[in-house]
């Protein structure tokens, strides 16, 4: 079973940039989407972009226009660049080879997002 670890999250001040990293374990480059996701208190964990194998990446409304996925196969590693960060992008993020994360057996640790002043 293939693990992730997230890592790349922190304080930062609203308007400010982060990019945070996925490690795998072992190869990313045959699941079919690997995803971003957020948990934020009070909320279901949600997706933020996936980027499948084989259709254009995806991103949630809320992170349009800011945020970016990508990922390096060679490597077995996935990002996600962010900018323009607001306070609401506040969470921990985690990665996963999936679109709904209800799917999703193991989580890793995740890595917390700070945005405030």
């Known amino acids: 079973q293939v693990q992730f670890v997230e890592s790349g999250g922190g304080l930062v001040q609203p308007g400010g940039s982060l990019r945070l990293s996925c490690a795998a374990s072992a190869s990313i480059s045959d699941f079919w989407t690997m995803g971003w996701f957020r948990q934020t208190p009070g909320k279901q964990r949600e997706l933020v972009a996936a980027?499948?194998?084989?259709?254009?990446?995806k991103y949630s409304d809320s992170v349009k226009g800011r945020f970016t996925i990508s990922k390096d196969n060679a490597k077995n590693t996935m990002y996600l660049q962010m900018n323009g960060l607001k306070p609401e992008d506040t969470g921990v993020y985690y990665c996963?080879?999936?679109?709904?994360?209800?799917?999703?057996?193991?989580w890793g640790q995740g890595t917390q997002v700070t945005v405030s002043s």
């Open positions: 996963a080879p999936a679109y709904n994360p209800s799917t999703v057996r193991n």
């Open positions: 980027i499948p194998r084989l259709d254009s990446v």
